[in-house]
């Protein structure tokens, strides 16, 4: 039986996430962030139906593969998250558009998101890579669009 420290430092099973009191407490990070900081619509759009099943298909879709790591850092890395690369801020209705959407690891998302920060122009640029990263990954199956309708999604 594996054990390792839970926040407060007693010792739980391996498989666990906290211990018993922990967990009674704990308010995860992105819970917080929804509660306080993220607008409203887009905290609710984040747990509906709708984005947590487009969150599913773009990942099965890109065989949950981050996508900027591989084809910029050529590295093979699990994604855990899809991004989108017009904001929901900048076009809500692009929301579940498969062709504003990469999978992603966090590492490579805090890497975007600082490159977006940076200035308009920088977000302008990273956002013209990363479309063009979708491009590279589908034009042997005859682009995006042509791989999307093959599962009833655009």
């Given at each position: ?26 308010i995860s ?28 298909l ?97």
């Open positions: 039986m594996l054990l390792k420290k839970c926040v407060c430092g007693k010792l739980i099973l391996q498989n666990m996430k906290l211990c018993a009191e922990c967990e009674k407490t704990y990070r992105h819970a917080d962030y929804n509660r306080s900081r993220r607008n409203k619509t887009a905290a609710a759009f984040y747990v509906s139906y709708e984005w947590r099943s487009t969150r599913n773009m990942l099965k879709v890109y065989d949950y593969i981050d996508i900027y790591s591989y084809y910029m850092r050529k590295e093979i890395i699990a994604a855990d998250m899809v991004h989108h690369i017009v904001e929901l801020e900048d076009d809500w209705s692009r929301r579940c558009d498969p062709t504003n959407l990469l999978p992603l690891s966090s590492t490579s998302h805090g890497i975007i998101s600082a490159l977006y920060k940076e200035s308009e122009e920088s977000k302008r640029r990273t956002q013209k890579m990363l479309l063009s990263l979708i491009a590279r990954h589908f034009e042997k199956a005859g682009g995006i669009a042509a791989v999307m309708n093959g599962i009833s999604l655009l």
